[in-house]
């Protein structure tokens, strides 16, 4: 079966896509607001709808996790982006992931703009506001995933330490918009993953929603072991990719995964930027400093530790890397308003 040829059978121009390239066409001889009914007259061309499109610009829709899976149970849908349609800057309450399946798009998140081209593909958290350009005759599709069912469906991936994890990690529990941009082309493998979970949303079965879940669990695996090094990611308070030097997604991976021996001149000669450059910028993104980022790892790790380990207090000071037991004491105490035995205590008893 050529599951692409299937696909392509299915992309035929909508109502709403005649609508958008007429937009484009008259939008040319309109040289001014008072010109739009005459033209819309004479073209026969909805006023309502020109001037939809007209005001687009002007608010964010935000569209909701109910509407996108309104006819359907299922944990994943697909939704066609409409081709030619204006820009629209907008967010949304569920994870999505759109695919270009075909030819080009331009991705707008704060001042980045993210060249899409066939085979690549991004992955944004809820909330996330941003816009996509695509004035051709391009192809993409949005894979969405309910925000609700996303951490069970991936558990196995999103508790582990790696760029996608880390990635929700650092959008929900540090507020910080953002996308992963993952250019995987030229991957053929990957490709045909995403290829078949979109013949699963055209074409459903009684067990496609099973197998859209599965597919999509391979694929987000599959880019962590492959593509780890390749993947991109983009804030919305960057003015521009070039300034998107700093990645935060990355650096908190490589703390979350080395409490014990990280530092600011550490770090900072392993992701080659200035200590001072690299402090700020984390600041700046997280609201952390590096220091408090650091000793929440080490914290996290001790619990850790203490609850699943009869290892004795020194040697949990010693692997989560404070500098003394004093120390130790003094910020576990503070935080977690225990002793470390007291909580060791607790945690056997629950």
Do not use: W
């Not at 359907?72 to 967010?91: F, G, K, L, Q």
């Amino acid at each position: 079966m050529d599951i692409r040829a299937a696909i392509d059978a299915s992309i035929v121009f909508t109502e709403d896509e005649l609508y958008n390239l007429k937009y484009m066409e008259l939008k040319k001889l309109v040289k001014s607001s008072e010109d739009i009914p005459d033209v819309c007259a004479r073209f026969s061309y909805p006023l309502e709808r020109f001037m939809y499109y007209e005001n687009m610009q002007h608010y964010t829709p935000y569209y909701t996790e109910e509407e996108a899976f309104e006819k359907t149970s299922d944990n994943i849908v697909v939704i066609r982006h409409a081709r030619y349609m204006p820009s629209c800057m907008h967010s949304h309450s569920f994870v999505e992931i759109p695919y270009v399946y075909r030819g080009t798009c331009i991705n707008i998140l704060g001042g980045n703009r993210i060249q899409m081209y066939e085979g690549d593909f991004c992955i944004m958290g809820p909330d996330v506001k941003h816009s996509i350009e695509i004035d051709s005759d391009s192809v993409l599709m949005n894979i969405i995933v309910r925000k609700s069912n996303f951490k069970k469906l991936f558990y196995s991936i999103l508790c582990s330490d790696n760029i996608i994890s880390n990635y929700f990690n650092d959008t929900v529990e540090y507020n910080n918009s953002g996308i992963i941009f993952c250019p995987a082309g030229d991957d053929m493998q990957i490709r045909s993953f995403l290829d078949t979970l979109i013949y699963e949303a055209i074409y459903p079965n009684e067990l496609s929603s099973s197998v859209k879940d599965c597919l999509l669990h391979i694929i987000l695996a599959y880019i962590i072991k492959n593509h780890s090094l390749d993947i991109k990611v983009y804030r919305s308070d960057n003015t521009s990719t070039k300034e998107n030097d700093i990645n935060i997604v990355n650096i908190l991976g490589y703390i979350k995964l080395n409490p014990k021996n990280a530092s600011l001149k550490s770090i900072s000669k392993l992701f080659n930027y200035s200590p001072s450059y690299m402090s700020r910028k984390i600041k700046e993104t997280t609201g952390l400093t590096l220091t408090e980022i650091i000793s929440k790892y080490r914290l996290n790790n001790a619990c850790l530790l203490l609850r699943n380990t009869m290892l004795p207090i020194d040697d949990i000071v010693n692997l989560t890397g404070y500098p003394t037991r004093e120390l130790f004491y003094r910020h576990f105490k503070k935080e977690m308003k225990c002793t470390p035995a007291q909580y060791r205590k607790k945690s056997l008893s629950t």
